[in-house]
C-alpha cells in the first residue's frame, strides 16, 4: 500500500515480499504518487482568503483583482482585469458582508454564463434541458436529475472556460445515456475528444474552486 501525506511516500508490504517486487510496484504507480505531490505542493501555497480590497480571485481561470466601492447607485461588475463590488456604505466593508455579496455576483454571473453554454450546445447536441439551476454543492460540479434538469455548482465559475465546457457538456449527455456507461463517455467523447485532461483537471485542482 502507498501513501501519500505531507510531501512524503510511505509504502507498506508485507516481510516475505522481495525489494525488486515493491520498487516494481512503486515504478507502476509513479505517475499516481507524482500527481498526489504535486496537489499537496500547490494546496499548502493557497492562502485563505481575506476578503480585501486589491485581493485577487479567479473568474473563468483568470486572475482578477477586487475593487471595493462605497456607493449607493453603482453596480457590481466583472471586468477583464479587475471585480468591481459595489458597496453601500464602509459598515458593509467586512469580511464577512464583502464574501456574501461576492458570492452573489459570481452566482449571477454563473447563472448567466452557464445557460447560455447550455443551451447554445444543447442544440449541437440536439437535446433540450428543462430547466438550468445554479447550485451550492460540497463535491460535485454538475447534477442531471431525471426531470432533465441540470444543475452547476456556482463556483465552477472559477475555473477556465474549457472546464466550464467540459462539465457543461457532461450533463448533457445526460439526457441521452442516464448513467456513466461506456456509451456516455462515447458520446462525450464525440464532442469532446480531449475531455479527459479537462477531467483531470477538476481532480488536481477542484480546491482552486474554494474561498
Known amino acids: 500500500m502507498i501513501q ?8 507498506r508490504a508485507p516481510f ?4 525488486k517486487e515493491i520498487d516494481s ?16 505542493k500547490s494546496k499548502k501555497k493557497i492562502m485563505k482568503k481575506k476578503f480585501e480590497n486589491e485581493e485577487i480571485f479567479q473568474f473563468l481561470g483568470k486572475d482578477l483583482k477586487l475593487k471595493i ?9 466583472i471586468s477583464d482585469e479587475s471585480i468591481y463590488l459595489a458597496l453601500k456604505n464602509n459598515k458593509e466593508n467586512c469580511e464577512e458582508k ?37 447550485r ?14 441540470i444543475s452547476y455548482n456556482w463556483k465552477l465559475i472559477m475555473a477556465p472556460e474549457k ?3 467540459y462539465v457543461v457538456i457532461h450533463e448533457l449527455c445526460h439526457l441521452i445515456h442516464f448513467n ?6 462515447k458520446s462525450v467523447d464525440n464532442i469532446m475528444p480531449d475531455y479527459k485532461s479537462s477531467k483531470e483537471w477538476l481532480k488536481l485542482n477542484q480546491h482552486l474552486l474554494d474561498w
Not at 69 to 75: G, L, V
Not at 111 to 125: G, H, M, P, R, V
Open 180 to 185: 456513466h456507461s461506456r456509451d456516455f463517455w
Open 16 to 19: 516475505n515480499i522481495q525489494q
Open 25 to 40: 510496484f512503486i515504478s507502476q504507480k509513479e505517475n499516481w504518487i507524482k500527481k498526489k505531490l504535486l496537489l499537496q
Open 69 to 77: 466601492i462605497i456607493s449607493n447607485t453603482k453596480k457590481s461588475y
Open 98 to 134: 464583502i464574501k456574501k455579496k461576492l458570492e452573489i455576483l459570481f452566482r449571477e454571473m454563473a447563472k448567466e454564463i452557464f445557460q447560455s453554454k447550455t443551451l447554445n450546445e444543447a442544440k449541437n447536441i440536439k437535446v433540450t434541458p428543462k430547466k438550468i439551476i445554479i
Open 163 to 165: 472546464i466550464i465546457d
Open 4 to 11: 501519500v501525506r505531507d510531501g512524503l511516500v510511505e509504502v
Open 136 to 149: 451550492s454543492y460540497k463535491r460535485r460540479w454538475g447534477s442531471c436529475s431525471h426531470k432533465k434538469n
